[in-house]
């Protein structure tokens, strides 16, 4: 049996992982790195990719099987090959749309086969008129559908970050990453935590210890101190709502804040049926009287810069924003408000324009709280969107984040993989 890794970019924690099951079986693996052409057309990739298969089906003994994996794709539930190709000559699955994935391949060395391989690298070629997508290239050969089941095991499930994390849930041989050209430090964090569950066999999805113990609906640290943080989390979205603690925490003391975390939406303002997110502007009145500035802070950020404190973007500021990543003009996930009448009054007027709303159940419900904090602060005479903030410069949404970022939200991810990203990334800081 082979295992061939034909990486386009590069992926240690994917090379990693097909070692892993390569070495588990006895299986030869062969490691190709073609990350030096990862910019190059799709016509190079797939006269490489398909030429290294036919290649080395030729050298392959009769009937023997070869897998076929890029930079995308890993081994969740180490299957022997046999147990999967019992009966069929290849393996190609669908997961997106009719087409077949094309990250994890499955074929076995018959006359029929390289027949059929040798037709489609013949079309491979530089000047050759290819397909849109390169699936089209194997309409040849069947292909299964999405979900397909070997036994109880599907043969392959999908990651994505906006989408729920199926892949540590059912029962699976393999994972394709499905938006890997977008978010590659997805890839990389999903991939690593697999290799690290497998290697400490743990369940998927068992994230460090953030060392947050304290379980109570709601805490105060540091009080009584001129600047403030408020955030809320609800235990639907503990996992990484501990982990944004946990850096408020230490972010706070470092700098002498006073920490407000609610665990749940108090009692007070629990009328059964209002999101969280609603409750910003209730939580931000209440607290603005105690301090000289308060600062309202999803539990999907992460101070970065641990060293840069929040006077640097207070200025000479009555209220301080930043531009969001979609069309409103500024983003409300991290806000930052000086003690005045008119701020408090500003609060008390989102509270009455959100009260006459009768569905607030969810994060986007009537347009969501941000489009109430925008429409007041934006109606103020002088307001002038030019002085919002860049997300450069704080609440920079986590795709953009770079080694200077001072906050990153997680913005647009489930829930699920904000925790692994948000780990992931507090890891990779304290390595650097």
């Not at 990389?188 to 953030?210: F, K, M, V, W, Y």
């Not at 809320?232 to 006073?258: K, Q």
């Not at 500021?317 to 069309?327: H, N, Q, S």
Request: one cysteine or more; charged letters at 25%.
């Amino acid at each position: 049996m082979i295992v061939i890794s034909l990486l386009f970019d590069h992926a240690p924690a994917a090379l990693a992982n097909h070692r892993r099951y390569a070495r588990g079986h006895g299986y030869r693996h062969i490691e190709i790195d073609m990350s030096e052409i990862s910019g190059c057309s799709d016509e190079t990739r797939w006269i490489i990719k398909y030429e290294t298969l036919l290649h080395q089906l030729g050298l392959a003994n009769e009937d023997e099987l070869v897998l076929l994996l890029n930079e995308n794709a890993a081994i969740l539930r180490p299957l022997a090959l046999p147990e999967l190709m019992q009966g069929r000559d290849w393996l190609l699955t669908c997961i997106e749309s009719d087409l077949p994935q094309l990250d994890m391949q499955i074929w076995r060395k018959t006359e029929h086969v390289m027949r059929e391989l040798f037709e489609i690298v013949t079309r491979c070629r530089n000047g050759v008129v290819l397909p849109k997508e390169e699936a089209l290239l194997l309409q040849a050969f069947a292909y299964c559908p999405s979900r397909y089941r070997v036994g109880d095991v599907m043969a392959v499930v999908p990651a994505s970050t906006n989408v729920e994390s199926v892949w540590a849930h059912w029962s699976a041989f393999s994972v394709k990453i499905c938006d890997q050209k977008h978010h590659r430090r997805f890839r990389n964090a999903l991939l690593e935590h697999i290799n690290d569950c497998q290697t400490r066999g743990l369940p998927l999805l068992s994230l460090n210890d953030t060392g947050i113990t304290d379980t109570s609906a709601v805490s105060i640290r540091q009080p009584n101190r001129s600047v403030a943080i408020v955030t809320l989390y609800t235990p639907n979205i503990a996992i990484y709502g501990r982990i944004a603690e946990a850096n408020f925490t230490r972010y706070c003391e470092r700098h002498g804040y006073t920490l407000y975390v609610h665990r749940e939406i108090p009692a007070h303002l629990n009328d059964g049926k209002t999101s969280g997110n609603w409750l910003k502007a209730a939580l931000l009145r209440e607290t603005l009287p105690n301090h000289e500035w308060i600062f309202w802070v999803d539990a999907d950020v992460l101070f970065k810069d641990m060293n840069r404190p929040l006077e640097s973007i207070m200025h000479d500021k009555e209220a301080v924003f930043a531009r969001d990543i979609g069309y409103w003009r500024f983003n409300s996930g991290i806000m930052g408000l000086k003690r005045t009448q008119r701020n408090y009054d500003s609060l008390h007027r989102i509270l009455e324009a959100c009260n006459c709303i009768d569905d607030k159940s969810t994060v986007y419900a009537n347009k969501g709280d941000q489009y109430y904090f925008n429409a007041e602060f934006a109606a103020r005479p002088d307001f002038d969107a030019t002085q919002v903030a860049s997300l450069i410069d704080f609440n920079t949404p986590w795709i953009y984040q770079r080694p200077t970022s001072f906050m990153v939200h997680y913005i647009g991810i489930w829930e699920t993989h904000k925790a692994l990203l948000m780990d992931y990334d507090l890891r990779q800081s304290a390595r650097d």
